[in-house]
């Protein structure tokens, strides 16, 4: 008996958080799905008058389902490189522009607050002296750079003078060679229930797959896995599954991990929205086969969205294959 193979770009670097691979790689296995990789930097764009088109490895290339993880260095090439396949007829799973608007806790905030999602109050700032850190109230403050990831730069404060004298002031532009036209920005916010737990879920096509509670090893506020953090399984009809779901569609993304907390009235608040989240350590937690609900998701019929017609797609450049 012959199965047709489904095959599937991924954009990403395979090295990068590699566990997430591994897993995708075994799901795919399991459902005669071809996965093969695209490196970012190998994007292409070409652009005149009544011609687009994107190429990779120097090849132009219309693959029919596209999904994107460890691009955010890539912005410039890969928004607008997915949006033209997407619009060609690529199924791009993740808005691209949704997606890096997601990598921006102030944007990610903004938009949570406007559909009504319950959010952590929340100061944004380039220096401390531009806002009112006393309007966050007398408790501990938690600072965090805006597009940061797994906990990297979150730094805690007894107080909000003790953050603003940590703070560097950095002026209107540095004056050090190599100065960037976008710099980072930064937000604070109150340690909610003292830190260091938070509730992490994982939501595919508006739906809640797994969801764990996440406690900090002693001393450390931050209850990322990575730094020595623990946890455990929670039940799907949780209520923060609920809210997590809410916050990935005001976000307009396909999939992607929610991470939230809960304050000392019992509601559950969001702190932030990913749409690169790594899976394997949910997985590992939940037991939940992450990756295959996501191919799962990648490769079910659309009724909804135009059909590529093989004779008019393009060969896919080939990648990294990783079917076997």
């Known amino acids: 008996m012959i199965f047709a193979v489904t ?24 459902r005669a799905v071809r996965l093969v990789s695209w490196a970012p930097h190998l994007l ?71 559909a009504g999602v319950p959010v952590v109050p929340t100061l944004a700032f380039d220096e401390p002296d531009g806002v009112n850190l006393a309007a966050l109230g007398q408790a501990e403050l938690i600072l965090k750079p805006a597009r940061g990831v797994r906990g990297e730069g979150v730094a805690a404060f007894r107080s909000a003078a003790a953050l603003s004298a940590a703070c560097q002031r950095r002026g209107p532009r540095p004056e050090v060679s190599g100065y960037c036209a976008e710099r980072e920005h930064y937000l604070a916010q109150p340690l909610v229930a003292g830190g260091g737990q938070d509730i992490r879920a994982y939501v595919v096509d508006r739906s809640c797959v797994a969801l764990m509670r996440r406690v900090a090893k002693p001393g450390e506020v931050r209850a990322n896995l990575a730094l020595g953090a623990t946890a455990s399984p929670l039940a799907l009809d949780h209520p923060a599954a609920a809210v997590a779901v809410a916050a990935l569609t005001a976000c307009r993304l396909d999939f992607g991990g929610v991470d939230m907390v809960e304050d000392g009235d019992g509601v559950i608040r969001v702190l932030e929205v990913d749409a690169w989240a790594g899976f394997a350590g949910i997985t590992r937690v939940t037991g939940t086969d992450v990756a295959g609900v996501l191919l799962d998701f990648a490769t079910a019929p659309d009724e909804g969205r135009a059909a590529v017609p093989d004779e008019g797609r393009a060969a896919v450049p080939e990648g990294e294959d990783a079917a076997g």
Not at 52 to 79: C, L
């Open 44 to 114: 292409g764009f070409w652009c005149a008058d009544g011609q687009q088109s994107v190429s990779y490895a120097g090849k132009t290339a219309r693959p029919g389902i596209v999904i994107h993880r460890t691009v955010a260095p890539f912005r410039g090439i890969v928004v607008p490189a997915l949006a033209r396949l997407a619009a060609e007829g690529s199924r791009v799973l993740n808005d691209p522009e949704a997606a890096f608007r997601s990598r921006d806790k102030l944007l990610t905030t903004t938009d949570l607050a406007r």
């Open 7 to 30: 095959e599937i770009v991924v954009v990403h670097y395979p090295g990068e958080r590699a566990e997430n691979w591994v897993l995708l790689r075994k799901a795919a296995r399991a």
